[in-house]
């Protein structure tokens, strides 16, 4: 068992658990602030492209960065206003998001680079000891700008909530709208401002995602999305408990790996179900106690 | 929720042993998903489920239709597209309606 976890074990969780904790903080932001949010699959996905072809056409990692990020900003601006503007179902326009996104990266993929399925590779970050050991991987892994990003985001996020003006409008139009707009707040305009801040954070997971792969793949996103809105709803829609639970999500993949490649046949399938089954157990008991934003799903004029 | 899976079961079974014969990995396609958007499209309502569910065979349809010409992920994008625009749409015109009912002479 102790060779389960091992320093590589460790570097491996946490590079697993950095898309689904920028998309579960990314979640919280947005239905703390009252929209529900399912497309983030399709913020993972379009900021993963976008960061690719933005890094393969400028050669450069940040450029990359700055591309993905500002992509997941904008789809997910265009699904506030969606909802927001034109009343349209919150549930409905996700499920249009995440369709619009896996095409669209499909497309352009066809368009850009002639393949179905992948990207040519690109030059992502490289800071940190080379190597093959545990602790070089450890390194590597931590000092990723990516990752540093996405952990300061998670850490700053509960304290936005809690002390600034902004995180107080946030909570107050998706608690209870109306009462926010009597009390003169702008709904509609905190709601887009606080999925600005979603979109931009779920990003960096995409970007992770692929400048982890060092190109994109058609679809990579693979239900992250999904699985970091479990997250948002064990973690009560806070931010460091959803941390935990992606941390913890990752460690379990990471030990499925492991457990995989000492495994043979059938076996290694059933390990593959691991994560996911404890995911759905933690779910069945956290269900009971709701702690949804109160207007979550509600417009501030009914 | 019984009724419910049952049903959902029922469908999908009739597409495998009716129509491919066999079961395949990812068969549903995501029409499990697309259901969700239709029953949410459709309000609830059998009826407008049924135009909502037409709606979506006949984008699908359209794009095999037209394959050669245009590329698949085309026919996706221009489908996520759809769904938007009809569901507000469709939003639009409830408003409208709800707006009117008070006072029937602003026709």
């Given at each position: 068992v102790?060779?389960?976890?091992?320093?590589?074990t460790?570097?491996?969780?946490?590079?697993?658990?950095?898309?689904?904790?920028a998309?579960a903080v990314?979640?919280?932001?947005?239905?703390?602030?009252?929209v529900?949010?399912i497309g983030?699959?399709?913020v993972l996905?379009?900021?993963?492209?976008s960061?690719v072809?933005?890094?393969?056409?400028?050669?450069?990692?940040?450029?990359?960065?700055l591309?993905?990020?500002?992509?997941?900003?904008?789809?997910?601006?265009?699904?506030?206003?969606?909802?927001?503007?034109?009343r349209?179902?919150?549930?409905?326009?996700g499920?249009?998001?995440?369709?619009?996104?896996?095409?669209?990266?499909?497309?352009a993929?066809?368009?850009?680079?002639?393949?179905?399925?992948?990207?040519?590779?690109?030059?992502?970050?490289?800071?940190?000891?080379?190597?093959?050991?545990?602790?070089?991987?450890?390194?590597?892994?931590?000092?990723?700008p990516?990752?540093?990003?996405?952990?300061?985001?998670?850490?700053?996020?509960?304290?936005?909530?809690?002390?600034?003006?902004f995180?107080?409008?946030?909570?107050?139009?998706?608690?209870?709208?109306?009462?926010?707009?009597?009390a003169?707040?702008?709904?509609?305009?905190t709601?887009?401002?606080a999925?600005?801040?979603s979109g931009?954070?779920a990003a960096?997971?995409?970007?992770?995602?692929?400048?982890?792969?060092?190109?994109?793949?058609s679809?990579?996103?693979?239900g992250?999305?999904?699985?970091?809105?479990?997250?948002?709803?064990?973690?009560?829609?806070?931010?460091?408990?959803?941390?935990?639970?992606?941390?913890?999500?990752?460690?379990?993949?990471?030990?499925?790996?492991?457990?995989?490649?000492?495994?043979h046949?059938g076996?290694?399938?059933?390990?593959?179900?691991?994560?996911?089954?404890?995911?759905?157990?933690v779910?069945?008991?956290a269900?009971?106690?709701?702690?949804?934003?109160?207007?979550?799903?509600?417009?501030?004029?009914? | 929720?019984?009724l419910?899976?049952?049903?959902?079961?029922?469908?999908?079974?009739?597409t495998?042993?009716?129509?491919?014969?066999?079961?395949?990995l990812?068969?549903?396609?995501g029409?499990?998903?697309?259901?969700?958007?239709?029953?949410?499209?459709?309000?609830?309502?059998?009826f407008?489920?049924v135009?909502?569910?037409?709606?979506?065979?006949?984008?699908?349809?359209?794009?095999?239709?037209?394959?050669?010409?245009?590329?698949?992920?085309?026919?996706?994008?221009?489908?996520?597209?759809?769904?938007?625009?009809?569901a507000a749409a469709?939003?639009?015109?409830?408003?409208?309606?709800?707006?009117?009912?008070?006072r029937?002479?602003a026709?």
């Amino acid at each position: 068992v102790s060779a389960l976890f091992t320093l590589t074990t460790l570097a491996e969780a946490l590079g697993i658990a950095v898309p689904y904790a920028a998309a579960a903080v990314g979640g919280i932001w947005s239905e703390k602030s009252g929209v529900i949010n399912i497309g983030l699959e399709g913020v993972l996905l379009t900021s993963a492209f976008s960061s690719v072809a933005a890094a393969h056409a400028s050669g450069s990692a940040v450029v990359g960065l700055l591309a993905g990020v500002a992509s997941g900003a904008l789809v997910s601006v265009g699904h506030a206003l969606v909802v927001e503007r034109a009343r349209v179902d919150a549930v409905l326009s996700g499920i249009a998001l995440n369709f619009f996104a896996y095409a669209a990266t499909r497309l352009a993929l066809r368009g850009l680079y002639e393949s179905s399925s992948n990207s040519p590779s690109i030059d992502a970050f490289r800071i940190g000891p080379g190597g093959a050991g545990g602790g070089a991987l450890l390194a590597r892994v931590v000092l990723d700008p990516v990752f540093l990003l996405a952990l300061a985001a998670a850490a700053v996020t509960p304290w936005i909530f809690a002390r600034t003006r902004f995180g107080l409008r946030v909570r107050a139009a998706g608690d209870n709208p109306e009462a926010a707009r009597a009390a003169g707040v702008d709904v509609l305009r905190t709601r887009v401002l606080a999925l600005v801040v979603s979109g931009a954070i779920a990003a960096l997971g995409g970007v992770h995602l692929a400048f982890d792969q060092h190109r994109f793949e058609s679809g990579m996103s693979n239900g992250r999305g999904f699985i970091a809105l479990a997250a948002v709803v064990v973690s009560g829609w806070r931010a460091d408990r959803a941390l935990a639970a992606c941390l913890a999500f990752g460690t379990l993949k990471a030990v499925e790996i492991a457990l995989q490649d000492r495994a043979h046949g059938g076996l290694s399938y059933l390990f593959g179900l691991l994560p996911y089954v404890a995911t759905l157990v933690v779910l069945a008991f956290a269900a009971g106690r709701s702690a949804a934003p109160r207007g979550l799903g509600k417009h501030a004029d009914g | 929720m019984l009724l419910s899976g049952a049903l959902a079961g029922l469908v999908m079974m009739a597409t495998v042993i009716g129509y491919k014969g066999y079961a395949e990995l990812g068969l549903g396609a995501g029409a499990g998903f697309t259901g969700i958007a239709v029953a949410l499209l459709g309000r609830g309502n059998p009826f407008g489920i049924v135009l909502a569910a037409l709606l979506f065979g006949t984008v699908d349809q359209a794009g095999l239709a037209i394959n050669a010409f245009v590329p698949r992920e085309a026919m996706s994008v221009l489908k996520a597209t759809v769904i938007v625009l009809v569901a507000a749409a469709n939003q639009q015109q409830l408003r409208e309606a709800l707006l009117r009912r008070p006072r029937p002479e602003a026709a």
